[in-house]
Antibody
């Protein structure tokens, strides 16, 4: 069974940083592109970032380009998202998802709250 | 104007069929795009339903019933999620997405009420 388990969310002040992790199991992690998608409270889905199988190619939404960094450790079956220079607009549940386009598996999400 | 536009809400009766629309912005031709559909219930992560490019290029999500299907209409420049035999459990938010300009774009979502 495919499992994606996010962690690392929490309360952070504006301008702060956070690192999210997504532990994958039940499939060959190193054979799949991976992505992050977020959802602000009572809002719709917003794609954040994607990364290729090797980690050599990354993609970002304009809203996070230059502030967020996606990475992966295939030896540990783990996906990361480094969030820097956070603003209140970044408050959301962050989901990791398998693939770049066809998000066929999702984690339960981790909540990031940016507030002073 | 948003890349993908979805009606914010739709209501339908149990047993009936519902057609959810995802319209592409003028200037973006729906033809070459695969349109993906997700269902999300409150407090739950989204679930992949299907991806539709054409009748010969179609991907149904694992375990997704065949009463969920996709289509496109070039004249409307839109993709559609068709749900037949509506059940109360189909009440949820539905999102469409495409891969466009090296990014994933989601529509704003349609809240489907079954009553």
């Amino acid at each position: 069974e495919v499992q994606l388990l996010e962690s690392g969310g929490g309360l952070v002040q504006p301008g702060g940083s956070l690192r999210l992790s997504c532990a994958a199991s039940g499939f060959s992690f190193s054979g799949y592109h991976m992505s992050w998608v977020r959802q602000a409270p009572e809002k719709g889905l917003e794609w954040v970032s994607g990364i290729s199988i090797s980690g050599g190619t990354t993609y970002y939404a304009d809203s996070v380009e230059g502030r967020f960094t996606i990475s992966r450790d295939n030896s540990k079956n783990t996906l990361f998202l480094h969030l820097n220079r956070l603003t209140t607009e970044d408050t959301a549940v962050y989901f990791c998802a398998r693939n770049l386009e066809t998000f066929d598996s999702w984690g339960q999400g981790t909540l990031v709250t940016v507030s002073s | 104007q948003a890349v993908l536009t979805q009606p914010s809400s739709l209501s339908a009766s149990p047993g009936a069929s519902a057609s959810l629309t995802c319209t592409l912005r003028s200037g973006i031709n729906v033809d070459p795009y695969r349109i993906y559909w997700y269902q999300q219930k409150p407090g739950r992560p989204p679930q992949f339903l299907l991806g539709y490019t054409s009748d010969s290029h179609y991907q149904q999500g694992s375990g997704v019933p065949s009463r969920f299907s996709g289509s496109k209409d070039a004249s409307a420049n839109a993709g559609f999620l068709l749900i037949s035999g509506l059940q109360s459990e189909d009440e949820a938010a539905y999102y469409c997405s495409i891969w466009h300009s090296s990014a994933v774009v989601f529509g704003g979502g349609t809240k489907l009420t079954v009553l």
